[in-house]
């Protein structure tokens, strides 16, 4: 089809340097287009794209240029408002690459920005082949491969690792396949590799380098080392290594989170927590279901527990925590599209951490339910208690953490309203109503230190009654 040209404000275009090739504008080569255009010579209309975000740009601009930063430039200084242009749609087509491909026609472009180019090309899609970068900014596909080589292997072993996570965590194949996009035979390909990927760490740990210093060395997150490093280990064994005392009464106090497992996350638990109800109530290579995940403590502690673990959110990060699997706990829906619903392996121990009813609200999504009115985030739990005895077995264990919500923060204890309130015995009774059997209410309190002596001497001055109550509950 014919391209069509259109007359363009020029405060609608702006030179957008994610997918500019050159490293700099030629302000001679502007110059002679000024005098060009003063001489009314017509130039080829220039080439644009819309942008993807024009609203995040730095001036919101419409359009971003594909082709033609000199003669737009030229406009500019001759004072034109409107210029000439093609509006293109490229759709699978790398704008870069693209706009590489047609800066290369008048003019080469240097060593610097060919290797730049092909660079940042890499970096945006990892998917691209060496030949096809090659084509774009005129070199042989060879030396593309030299241009990029080092970022390919940091993206392959960044593959790698997903892989070797995901599989470690018993995530079946095809979950894994699409979640990290891939065929299910590049996939194959991928295990094959895995034993040899380990190796060199195993030989690293041998030698005595500690977790932290291997993780560091090989760039893998440390829980995966210690999944490898503590393999074969009994519970108590790793418990020792990680050096976390193993609590014997039901009073799980920890001071704080430990930051090797999980990510900052409004409502993180310690992973000490997690290793506890691991430790009580379940086995090794059992499968955990964490069906809130937040920032992965559950699965990052799996990994060191030798436990498999499946875990959803709604908050989706494929980079960084691709084990979470992207799901909305919708209270309007049916449920019945959950990812790992018609999967015959069911969990033999569930960790439910849901967002506290109203308490961060604001810090998670807007989706979350934390952010329904009382009555909803009740209904929203015994339809969810219901449908987790759905995807369970005769022994699958329940673990349900929540503390009592009573609305303290400015209310003296006296005057506080009891049916505002959710306490824990709300939970249970709609864990009762919903089949669940309680065994064990495990005290495992969050820290007070959060609050600061000056809100704590307001607190006593007002005969508010806070709460550092948590509980886990254990049900079957
Ligand atoms: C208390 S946090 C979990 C924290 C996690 N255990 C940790 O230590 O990192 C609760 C999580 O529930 C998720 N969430 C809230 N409402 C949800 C919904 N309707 N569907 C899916 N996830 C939801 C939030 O995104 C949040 O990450």
């Known amino acids: 089809m014919k391209d069509t040209i259109v007359e363009i404000q020029m405060s609608d275009i702006v030179l957008d340097d994610n997918i500019y090739p050159r490293e700099n504008i030629d302000h001679k080569r502007v110059l002679v287009f000024v005098e060009n255009l003063r001489d009314g010579f017509k130039f080829d209309p220039i080439q644009i794209q819309l942008c993807p975000n024009p609203d995040l740009s730095e001036k919101k601009a419409l359009y971003r240029i594909l082709d033609g930063a000199h003669r737009w430039s030229a406009y500019k200084k001759t004072g034109r408002t409107v210029i000439p242009a093609i509006v293109k749609t490229l759709n699978e087509i790398d704008p ?3 706009a590489a491909k047609l800066a290369i026609g008048p003019k080469q472009l240097t060593e610097t920005e060919t290797r730049h180019t092909a660079r940042r090309a890499f970096k945006n899609n990892s998917q691209l082949r060496s030949s096809e970068i090659g084509k774009a900014i005129g070199r042989s596909r060879q030396a593309v491969d030299t241009y990029i080589a080092d970022l390919r292997a940091a993206s392959l072993l960044a593959l790698d690792l997903k892989i070797f996570c995901l599989n470690r965590l018993g995530i079946p194949q095809d979950r894994i396949a699409k979640r990290l996009s891939l065929p299910r035979r590049t996939l194959l390909d991928h295990l094959t590799k895995m034993p040899g990927l380990a190796k060199p760490l195993y030989s690293d740990l041998a ?6 210093q291997v993780a560091k060395k090989h760039g893998w997150p440390e829980p995966m080392v210690w999944s490898l490093a503590l393999n074969e280990k009994s519970d108590q064994a790793r418990f020792k290594s990680l050096q976390w005392g193993i609590r014997t009464w039901d009073l799980w106090n920890f001071m704080e989170c430990d930051k090797r497992f999980g990510d900052e996350w409004p409502g993180r638990i310690p992973a000490q927590l997690v290793a506890h109800i691991l430790y009580f109530f379940s086995e ?3 499968l955990a279901l964490d069906p809130m995940a937040g920032g992965g403590v559950c699965a ?7 436990r498999r673990c499946w875990s959803l959110d709604m908050d989706d990060r494929p980079d960084t925590r691709p084990e979470i699997e992207p799901y909305h706990w919708d209270l309007e ?11 015959k392996d069911k969990p033999d121990l569930i960790i439910c951490d849901p967002p506290y009813f109203d308490k961060k609200a604001r810090e998670y999504s807007e989706q979350s339910i934390s952010g329904l009115s009382r009555k909803d985030y009740l209904k929203f739990l015994e339809k969810f208690f219901l449908f987790l005895k759905k995807i369970s077995k005769k022994k699958t264990r329940l673990a349900f953490i929540n503390s009592d919500w009573r609305d303290f923060q400015n209310c003296p204890a006296g005057k506080e309203d009891p049916h505002q309130a959710i306490l824990i015995v709300d939970y249970h009774e709609i864990l009762k109503k919903t089949g669940w059997q309680l065994s064990h209410i ?3 309190p969050m820290s007070s230190e959060r609050f600061n ?24």
Do not use: E, H
Not at 456 to 476: C, D, E, P, T, W
């Open 453 to 476: 002596a000056g809100v704590v001497a307001a607190m006593q001055k007002k005969k508010i009654l806070g709460v550092v109550s948590r509980y886990v509950m254990i049900l079957k």
């Open 96 to 98: 870069l690459l693209y």
């Open 207 to 212: 030698k005595g380098f500690t977790i932290s």
């Open 333 to 343: 829906s049916k449920w019945d599209d959950l990812p790992i619903m018609n999967s």
């Open 300 to 306: 990052d502690t799996c990994l060191a527990m030798g």
């Open 442 to 444: 495990i005290q495992a």
């Open 284 to 286: 090794q290579n059992d």
